[in-house]
């Protein structure tokens, strides 16, 4: 959470200040709204025309939903506490779901222990070491250790080899994608702490939750109370400079003109920041440009009937063409979505891959003739719209000893922060992640004497 201006420490820097955030996901969003709280006045700025990054919402067909598949679990206290700020969190849904396995050419349900104990293609004894895992890897609070430890050395030692192919592969590449092979074990020591919090926090279920109206409601709601809280909010408007002036302030480059502020915190990408801040360092810039990032093709699908029963679809054979099955609408309540069905279709891909260049008819033939494989009860005719996200640069690829070659947050040109998935060093991404991220930065930065300044300061006499 925040920290007000009156419980700032004497090092605070308490005058007001001009704040430009560059990026308008929940990221920057959040950013922008915890340093208004704090007095400043804030301008964010975002090249698409809505705010939101990976959390909008966009239209399939007749329906609109989330662009990309997000939960809130129980345990999201950073993300249910800013929901309650922004007066949505009352409209949460919470719902316990299924998990589904697709494996041998066959569709397993994995929702219980008991489901869990059936499960055809684990042995009893692979099954006890699954568990053992698990529970384990709950109670560990050494995750930097585990960071040194690449993922599938770490699962395969404690599950075996073939619990290891069976069930923790497809896990890992549902989330990496190909990817997982340069991993590091904390990645998934962060998804099962994070499942385990979300039990321990209420009713000892997976319970799913999100707000009725998905994130366009959300995201109104915000964009809302930021404007009525006097944040400039200016869509459409990339920004292709960010650059320091003689006395410490920061020029912003925008496709409508130059601004001038006292702070500028960057949310974009690496690779993006590197390319808009020639002034940065060659060490800082040898940081960001060294992190590897991952990126996905995600297909949103509308069906006039569901596919199956389990809200995500783990898949462990070759040959299919996306990482796991999302069906939303397991989640969901279809009258959300005017009685129809929504299906997720996500492949975690390295920023390179060809995927990027398929069209959505390209890719369509392929997902649905994938489907059409695995259900039986299927039909391609059931299909009512088809439409494809690609994004490049999603989040940074958790490497072994990651949190040890991190860029700073602040960059080596004055006045300019830089903040973004990349600096989330012990956890997965995910928008509580991201909220949390954001209140942090600003809590932090607040307490700090801005080091610029401190430079800036005649020496004593």
């Known amino acids: 959470m925040t920290t007000n201006a009156s419980e700032c420490s004497a090092g605070c820097s308490r005058e007001p200040q001009s704040w430009a955030v560059v990026g308008g996901g929940v990221l920057g969003m959040t950013i922008a709204h915890r340093l208004q709280q704090e007095g ?56 316990e779901t299924k998990t589904g396995f697709y494996t041998d050419g066959q569709l397993h349900s994995m929702s219980n222990t008991l489901e869990f104990l059936k499960f055809p293609p684990l042995r009893l004894i692979d099954k006890l070491r699954l568990g053992g895992t698990i529970f384990w890897a709950s109670r560990v609070t050494n995750w930097k250790k585990l960071e040194q430890i690449y993922v599938a050395d770490w699962l395969s030692k404690l599950s075996g080899r073939r619990t290891f192919e069976k069930m923790w592969l497809p896990l890992l590449r549902a989330k990496l994608g190909e ?146 099955v999302i069906e939303m609408t397991a989640l969901v309540d279809p009258e959300q979505l005017g009685g129809r ?49 690609r994004v490049r640069h999603v989040f940074a690829l958790p490497t072994p000893g990651y949190s040890e070659r991190v860029p700073p947050v602040v960059t080596s040109v004055p006045g300019v922060y830089a903040v973004n998935s990349s600096h989330i060093v012990n956890g997965t991404l995910n928008v509580n992640e991201s909220v949390k991220l954001a209140s942090d930065f600003v809590t932090e930065t607040l307490r700090q004497p801005s080091p610029w300044r401190q430079q800036r300061q005649p020496a004593p006499v």
């Open 40 to 95: 400043h006045k804030v301008t964010l700025f975002e090249g698409r025309d809505r705010l939101g990054g990976l959390a909008d919402a966009w239209q399939v067909g007749d329906v609109t939903w989330d662009r990309h598949y997000h939960v809130t679990l129980l345990s999201d206290r950073y993300v249910r506490d800013l929901w309650a700020e922004l007066g949505v969190e009352s409209d949460m849904e919470w719902v």
């Open 179 to 324: 990817c997982w092979r340069d991993t590091s074990a904390a990645f998934i020591w962060a998804t099962i702490a994070r499942m385990y919090a979300a039990r321990r926090s209420g009713l000892k279920k997976e319970m799913f939750g999100y707000v009725r109206g998905g994130y366009a409601k959300v995201l109104a709601a915000f964009e809302s109370s930021l404007r009525q809280n006097d944040v400039e909010v200016c869509c459409s408007t990339s920004v292709s400079g960010l650059s320091s002036t003689h006395d410490g302030r920061v020029e912003v480059e925008t496709s409508h003109g130059v601004s001038t502020f006292d702070r500028v915190v960057s949310t974009l990408p690496s690779p993006v920041l590197t390319r808009i801040l020639p002034e940065l360092d060659q060490k800082q810039k040898a940081m960001h440009e060294a992190i590897r990032y991952h990126g996905i093709v995600c297909a949103s699908v509308v069906l006039k009937k569901p596919i199956s029963e389990f809200y995500v679809t783990n898949i462990t054979d070759d040959g299919v063409p996306f990482t796991a």
């Open 341 to 389: 069905h929504l299906i997720y279709l996500p492949k975690y891909v390295t920023p390179d891959d060809p995927a990027f260049e398929r069209t959505d008819e390209q890719l369509q033939e392929e997902f649905v003739g994938a489907l059409d494989r695995m259900y039986p009860h299927f039909s391609p005719d059931d299909v009512e719209a088809f439409r494809v996200s």
